[in-house]
Nanobody
Framework: QVHVAESGGGLVQVGGSLRLSCAVP????????VGWFRRAPGKDREFVSG????????IYDDSARGRFTISRDGAENMVYLQMNSLKLEDTALYYC?????????????????WGQGTQVTVSS
């Protein structure tokens, strides 16, 4: 069992920024391919971004591309999701998920372990 822990959510105004963090306590994050997903109220879970364990493959959903940046810090043993120019529609519970696969996928079924989520609320 792999424990996944997200942090960094909060309340921010439209146009603001937040940085989410994902950790796998007791393990090395670079051993995993990491994906970020979100679930907005009344909507299905959707893919946001993914980072391969090699670091060579990064993917974004169209809604995130150009505003969000996924990255990994080996020294901190974290994967980050930097979210800029936040919009009201970015309000959601954001989940980090990890997989032993080589490349990230937008398919939630290809991730093995999930965190509990961190709430991001964008207000006007």
């Amino acid at each position: 069992q792999v424990h996944v822990a997200e942090s960094g959510g909060g309340l921010v105004q439209v146009g603001g920024s937040l940085r989410l963090s994902c950790a796998v306590p007791g393990r090395t994050i670079s051993d995993y391919t990491v994906g970020w997903f979100r679930r907005a109220p009344g909507k299905d879970r959707e893919f946001v971004s993914g980072f391969s364990r090699s670091g060579r493959t990064i993917i974004y959903d169209d809604s995130a591309r150009g505003r969000f940046t996924i990255s990994r810090d080996g020294a901190e043993n974290m994967v980050y999701l930097q979210m800029n120019s936040l919009k009201l529609e970015d309000t959601a519970l954001y989940y980090c998920a990890v997989s032993g696969r080589v490349v990230p996928s937008s398919n939630a079924n290809e991730y093995d372990y999930w965190g509990q989520g961190t709430q991001v609320t964008v207000s006007s």
